[in-house]
């Protein structure tokens, strides 16, 4: 097929199917169409293409695209048209993908729910009246009903893994410095991270070989070739030591999320690994990532605070107001502590290859609700605290995937996470994808989808 074919194929998909769920939030036919005819003539000319050469793609609307606009969902930035690239759209474009649009996101990525005012709430398309997560759940939605192959996501506290778990689909935080990230407001100790999105592992990995690798303008971007991300995943683990968590020894869960879970342990086991039950000690996560999370918040938001007070939603406004109290020894205390953890969690894989827990501790909630209040029974004080299973692992620093596993009985997608050791990212894609190709829920697509 011609790269016009894929494209207008993907955007017939988009027509039928985007007005249901509200994935996509700005689409470019035409300019996209113009870029499928140019990867074609390229291809009919003998040019050397990418290994992205004619994939449709959205771009997360937290991500600068040059000429396309970029909202960050926030009404501030409602008619915002950047007039350059970030890096992980240079490489994309370099790599021959072709740009539909953009992806919604919650305002400034605040929360895994995704909904704005600019644009409105994305639906799940397994129920559409249920959460899709986020912050990249307009990413998620558009793979899982297959208006694009492959898409990016961002990741702070379990953004790429929370929508990817909601949505059956594949999403993979890499290690810091995997994809570098310019331009970037932390670009020494980010926890934030970009990382690939797609409907298998191995197309996930694909997506990695083209926005991984070095890059001068981020001083912690890992020097390893992302080529070894375009090699085979296959891989033999008999004998791999696993630990497996239902709540990393701190956090609620609810039950279904659990049960889901545990009936995927026999899985491992078949496919040789030694499960055997077992956490890090997490002690001090909370306080850690409420306080780097308030500083970063704060940094980033404090001019649109000030000058944009009431077109802001209070969950940002609650966040960068608590950033901005802040004392520079309490982000002192928090990042001594974060290195204390580290030790802890370094300390603990070395016994262990991997660790396998919850994706998300709930399973998709009601799409009017701004953030779950109540897990198990336990009240949730912010809405953040939800997320803990995703933003423990934040703070590690290691690589982390969310691969479906299962269906509650309402038929709701659930995911494992699968946690690797430090920079072992290939590592964890292996796995993902032995336990994908073992199971095959990753192959059930909503009926949205068509």
């Known amino acids: 097929m011609s790269a016009r074919e894929i494209v207008e194929a993907h955007l ?21 169409l113009a870029d499928a005819d140019d990867a074609d003539a390229a291809l009919a000319a003998g040019r050397p293409c990418g290994p992205l050469h004619g994939l449709p793609i959205v771009i997360k609307d937290l991500v600068s695209t040059a000429g396309i606009r970029t909202t960050f969902g926030s009404p501030i930035y409602a008619d915002h048209v950047p007039d350059q690239d970030d890096l992980i759209v240079e490489r994309l474009r370099a790599a021959g993908a072709i740009i539909l649009g953009k992806s919604n996101t919650p305002e400034f990525g ?43 996501g961002s990741d702070f506290g379990g953004s790429l893994r929370n929508p990817a778990s909601f949505c059956n ?12 990230s310019w331009p970037s407001l932390d670009a020494w100790s980010p926890l934030a991270v970009l990382g690939p999105m797609a409907r298998s592992v191995a197309d996930a990995a694909l997506l990695l070989s083209a926005i991984a690798g070095p890059d001068p303008r981020a001083p912690i971007a890992i020097a390893e070739s992302p080529d070894r991300f375009a090699a085979p995943l296959d891989a033999d683990f008999r004998g791999a030591r696993v630990a497996w968590s239902r709540n990393l020894g701190r956090y609620p869960v609810e ?37 780097l999370r308030a500083w970063a918040t704060s940094r980033a938001r404090v001019d649109d605070l000030r000058l944009h007070r009431d077109r802001i939603k209070d969950t940002v406004i609650w966040n960068t107001e608590r950033g901005l109290a802040l004392s520079g020894m309490d982000v002192s205390e928090a990042v001594a502590k974060r290195s204390e953890l580290y030790q802890r969690v370094l300390e603990f894989m070395q016994r262990y ?4 827990l919850p ?42 995937i969310s691969v479906p596993a299962g269906f ?3 038929g709701l997608p659930v995911g494992v996470q699968i946690v690797g050791r430090h920079q072992a990212d290939f590592e964890v894609l292996q796995l993902a994808h032995a336990f994908e190709v073992a199971t095959g829920f990753g192959r059930t697509r909503p009926a949205v989808a068509g």
Request: charged share 15%; glycine share 8%.
């Open 12 to 32: 017939a998909q988009i027509e039928r199917v985007n007005p249901r769920v509200n994935a996509i939030c700005t689409l470019i036919p035409e300019r996209a």
């Open 110 to 152: 605040a929360g895994s729910h995704t909904f704005n005012p600019v644009f409105g709430a994305t639906c799940n398309p397994y129920d559409p009246t249920r959460s899709c997560g986020g912050s990249s759940g307009g990413a998620a939605v558009a793979l899982a009903t297959g208006m694009v192959p492959i898409a990016d």
């Open 169 to 180: 689909v594949v999403g993979f935080r890499p290690s810091p410095g995997r994809v570098p």
């Open 255 to 291: 039950p279904v999320v659990t049960q889901t879970i545990d009936a995927q342990r026999g899985v491992f086991e078949q496919l040789g690994c030694v499960v055997e039950d077992g956490e890090p000690d997490f002690r001090d996560a909370d306080a850690i990532f409420q306080t």
């Open 353 to 356: 290859r991997f660790l396998v």
């Open 359 to 400: 994706a998300a501790a709930v399973p998709p909630f009601p799409i009017e609700q701004p953030w779950v209040r109540e897990i198990d029974g336990v009240a949730m004080e912010t809405y953040i605290d939800w997320m803990a299973v995703c933003y423990a692992i934040t703070l590690t620093g290691l690589p982390a």
């Open 408 to 410: 509650t009985p309402e």
